[in-house]
């Protein structure tokens, strides 16, 4: 069966329904107001990069969007000096920059005084643990904004970029507490809402047997970029997510151990294509395959509840992000990658600044937040496998949800 037969016999969505998936914005006069919750601010940040196209609007699919979002109040755990730029942001755009989180949700009151928050708990200087995870104050941030909630009587629609926590035991706490007040809650990664090439993503139920995805970079912080884009394929398998049942963390020469052992050997036919778009995606004289420097690369691998076996692979050349996947039946895998090259940089949060946009005013995301708590566990449990030594059984990563007939995310 050929890629050209997978796309036209159904296991693929037609890329048109993508975009009716979300609602339209808020109409005039209803905009959003939102306060932004960061632990810091400066160019290129996840602030820069979100909080920046909320203000200034976004070009996702190549059509310019300006703000239809408020941007009312915001506050900074960390104010580098000469690197800030929330500051001169506010007296361009005229929002407040407030000394506390609660005082930036209720804008100096006594209750809750806007219509959505933003919250971004990437960057800034924080210390680093035995392992190698930043030790970002997300928990402790994000529950004083919980304690304005549940004060308040009331909560609105949440934004919380990437990973819960590096820890597991504050993760699965921060959400318990954030289902039990009920709002609507937005979570994860831009990968899974960026350019995919080609444009890929299974039907609900297609009967996926393995997978893997290729990443680079620091297993902490893009590892979960890697995590969030293998799972938004698998989570459409037949049966929906169930859950992980145990990790391991292998680095150096494990890597190509694993890899070329009969548990691992199954992975080789996944990655060859993933190599071979690195490969074409980035040629030059200096480049190399990401197997020849397997002394510095990093494997997760995931053992599903139901069977499913994936691996995810870390190298330290930029590759970008990809993922392939085996369905019964089908010997050549599917794949795709997630971004592609272009002039303006970072274009991948254009798709999650619309995406984010909308939610604030529908209350309506484009995935469960479940995926996000399946990711941070997966990615906290390996790093305790790293700890360890030897793979770790996962039992508190018993999570199900069905994922969305239809994910958007960008087509040009």
């Not at 210390?127 to 997300?138: E, H, K, M």
């Not at 070329?260 to 980035?282: D, I, N, V, Y």
């Not at 592609?340 to 949060?349: D, G, H, M, S, Y």
């Amino acid at each position: 069966m050929t890629r050209r037969d997978w796309l036209t016999s159904g296991l693929a969505a037609p890329a048109a329904l993508k975009n009716a998936s979300l609602p339209p914005c808020a109409s005039a006069g209803k905009r959003p107001r939102i306060a932004a919750i960061v632990t810091v601010y400066h160019h290129y940040s996840h602030a820069d990069v979100l909080i920046g196209r909320l203000l200034a609007g976004y070009s996702a699919n190549g059509i310019w969007t300006p703000s239809h979002t408020d941007v009312v109040s915001l506050y900074a755990d960390q104010v580098p000096a000469n690197a800030d730029m929330s500051r001169d942001l506010a007296a361009r755009n005229g929002f407040r920059i407030y000394p506390s989180i609660r005082e930036a949700l209720t804008l100096g009151g006594k209750s809750l005084a806007v219509n959505g928050v933003v919250f971004i708990g990437e960057h800034g200087d924080y210390p680093t643990n035995d392992v190698g995870q930043i030790l970002y104050p997300r928990y402790e941030l994000f529950s004083q904004v919980l304690d304005v909630f549940e004060d308040s009587g009331r909560a609105v629609p949440t934004f919380f970029d990437k990973h819960f926590s590096y820890s597991w035991e504050k993760a699965d706490t921060l959400y318990r507490r954030a289902k039990k007040l009920g709002f609507p809650f937005m979570a994860g990664s831009s990968i899974p809402l960026t350019i995919r090439t080609p444009v890929l993503e299974p039907v609900l139920e297609t009967p996926v047997t393995e997978a893997v995805a290729l990443g680079y970079g620091a297993p902490d912080a893009y590892g979960f970029h890697t995590l969030e884009g293998l799972q938004c394929m698998v989570e459409r398998r037949k049966g929906g997510e169930t859950g992980i049942g145990s990790v391991q963390f292998l680095a150096g020469d494990a890597v190509q151990a694993w890899r070329k052992s009969p548990q691992g050997s199954w992975s080789t036919p996944l990655f060859e294509p993933l190599f071979e778009q690195a490969r074409h995606a980035r040629a030059s004289a200096s480049w190399s395959l990401p197997e020849e420097h397997s002394d510095q690369s990093v494997l997760f691998v995931l053992n599903y509840r139901d069977g499913l076996k994936a691996a995810a692979l870390l190298v330290t050349q930029d590759v970008g992000f990809s993922t392939a996947f085996r369905v019964a039946g089908n010997e050549t895998p599917l794949w795709t990658t997630y971004a592609t090259p272009v002039e303006r940089p970072l274009p991948n949060w254009d798709g999650m600044a619309y995406c984010v946009e909308r939610f604030l005013a529908t209350g309506i995301g484009p995935n469960p937040v479940e995926r996000t708590l399946l990711t941070t566990g997966a990615l906290s449990f390996c790093f305790e496998s790293k700890r360890s030594g030897k793979a770790v059984d996962t039992p508190a990563l018993d999570i199900h949800y069905r994922a969305p007939a239809h994910n958007w995310f960008q087509t040009a």
